[in-house]
């Protein structure tokens, strides 16, 4: 998509850039290279693994939260926090998760978020909610 020299995506890359400001279309081309779509069973089904394993309740980072897969999956005693790069996909997210909106920028640049601290801000968030 973002590759110049792909003459296949034109079309595509003109119509995106169309509905994209500079920052948005600069945070876009950053990160799509490592977005990945999470199917809802699989976040469930991690879920249910770390369940398993004894898992009820606590503080939870995620790190890459896209679209808040797994956030909105997480158990009802999952304090979420989620950080997401791209401002688009975290706008997407921060609709979705209402209570927990996600941060829009790296972990390195949180505030308060350095290796080994805790996320600043937290709390539950489901889908739809």
């Known amino acids: 998509m973002f590759d110049q020299a792909k003459d296949n995506w034109t079309d595509e890359r003109a119509e995106l850039r169309g509905l994209l400001n ?25 879920w249910r693994a770390l369940g398993a394993l ?11 939260s896209g679209v ?7 158990p009802l005693g999952a304090q979420m926090t989620g950080v997401e790069l ?3 996909t975290a706008s997407i ?5 209402t209570r927990t909106p996600p941060f829009a920028q790296s972990r390195s640049r949180t505030p308060g978020c350095r290796r080994g601290a805790s996320m600043p801000r937290s709390g539950t968030c489901r889908s739809g909610t």
């Open 54 to 64: 004894g898992f009820t309740r606590g503080s939870v980072l995620e790190p890459g």
């Open 86 to 88: 791209d401002p688009t």
């Open 22 to 46: 500079d920052v948005e279309w600069d945070a876009a081309a950053r990160t799509t290279i490592n977005a990945h779509y999470t199917d809802p069973l699989i976040a469930r089904q991690m």
């Open 68 to 74: 808040g897969t797994f956030i909105g999956l997480a």
């Open 93 to 97: 997210s921060a609709a979705l998760c």
